[in-house]
């Protein structure tokens, strides 16, 4: 599964942005799909996950709130929205997909497909 995030880009702080990711080569709606996010010196962390079919997401209880997912397997799609940034929230955000059918857990380990990454920079 091929992915590749778009929507990355340079806002102010409260505002809101949206990142897109677009997936190619195998059964979409076979993969959970997950947002994380590294920023400088610092490890990848969780934004939020979201299994094959839709349906509850999962991850970190600090991103809950102001981070939300969301798939259109119709359209091999997913969403992160981003709401309240805060300079803080500055990173690569990358989307990422968990094996087939695979039990996962919402941590950059359980996803082996992950896309080139997309800049976002909250600054005034």
């Known amino acids: 599964l091929q992915l590749v995030e778009s929507g990355g880009g340079l806002v102010q702080p409260g505002e809101s942005l949206r990142l897109s990711c677009a997936a190619s080569g195998s059964a979409f709606n076979s993969h959970a799909i997950g947002w994380f996010r590294q920023a400088p010196g610092k490890a990848r962390e969780g934004v939020a996950c979201?299994?094959?079919?839709?349906?509850?997401?999962t991850g970190p209880n600090s991103m809950k709130g102001r981070f939300i997912i969301s798939r259109d397997n119709a359209k091999n799609m997913a969403y992160l929205q981003m709401n309240s940034l805060e300079p803080e929230d500055g990173a690569t955000y990358y989307c990422a997909a968990a094996p087939p059918y695979s039990d996962y857990r919402c941590v950059p380990d359980a996803f082996d497909s992950w896309g080139q990454g997309a800049q976002v920079t909250v600054s005034s």
């Open positions: 979201i299994g094959p079919r839709g349906g509850r997401p």
